[in-house]
C-alpha cells in the first residue's frame, strides 16, 4: 500500500508541477505523444499515476482486496482520471478566442471628429474598435469640423489614421 501512496504522490505531484510551470514542462512528452492531441501530455500523465496510486491504495485499506485486485481497481481509477484530465486539457487548448485586435483593422471603419482636422493637419476622432472607445490623430486632405462623422480610409501608424468624411 505504501508503494500506492507513493505513486499517487508522484501522480499529484506531477500534476501540480505542470499546473504551476506548463510551460516549462510543454512538449516534455512530445516524443512519446501517440496521437498528438494530448493523451501523453504532462497533466494526463500525472492525473493517471495519482488516480491510479490512490484508488488502488483506498480499494486495498477499505475493502481488504490482494494488492492484484487493488493494482486492476487502480488502473480503472487511473484511466478515468486520465480520460478526465485528457477531457480538460484538449478543451482548453482546443476552445475559440476573438483574433488580437490590430490597428491594420481600422481601416473601413466610422469615427466622429473630436479635434476639427484642418487640411493637411492633425485633429482627433473617437472610433469602436473591438468594443473599445479608442481615440486617435487623424488627417485629412480637406477641413472636417468637429462632431462630423468621417471614414478611415489608411491607418498611418497605430495612433495615426487618414480620414475622409463620411457620406451618411
Not at 492525473?47 to 488502473?75: C, I, N, R
Amino acid at each position: 500500500m505504501t508503494a500506492l501512496l507513493l505513486i499517487g504522490a508522484v501522480g499529484v505531484g506531477l500534476l501540480l508541477l505542470s499546473l504551476l510551470f506548463g510551460d516549462f514542462f510543454d512538449g516534455m512528452f512530445d516524443g512519446l505523444d501517440l496521437e498528438g492531441g494530448g493523451l501523453l501530455s504532462t497533466e494526463v500523465i500525472g492525473a493517471f499515476l495519482g488516480a491510479f496510486g490512490f484508488g488502488g491504495a483506498l480499494l486495498q485499506s477499505t475493502q481488504q482486496v490482494d494488492l492484484p485486485v487493488a493494482l486492476a481497481g487502480g488502473l480503472v481509477a487511473g484511466v478515468a482520471g486520465a480520460g478526465v484530465a485528457l477531457f480538460v486539457v484538449r478543451t482548453f487548448v482546443h476552445m475559440h478566442t476573438d483574433a488580437t485586435p490590430r490597428s491594420a483593422d481600422l481601416s473601413g471603419k466610422i469615427g466622429r471628429v473630436i479635434t476639427r482636422i484642418p487640411a493637411g493637419g492633425l485633429g482627433e476622432i473617437t472610433v469602436s474598435h473591438h468594443g473599445q472607445r479608442v481615440k486617435l490623430s487623424a488627417r485629412s486632405e480637406e477641413p472636417i469640423a468637429s462632431g462630423a462623422d468621417v471614414v478611415i480610409i489608411d491607418v498611418l501608424s497605430p495612433t495615426s489614421v487618414l480620414v475622409t468624411e463620411a457620406d451618411i
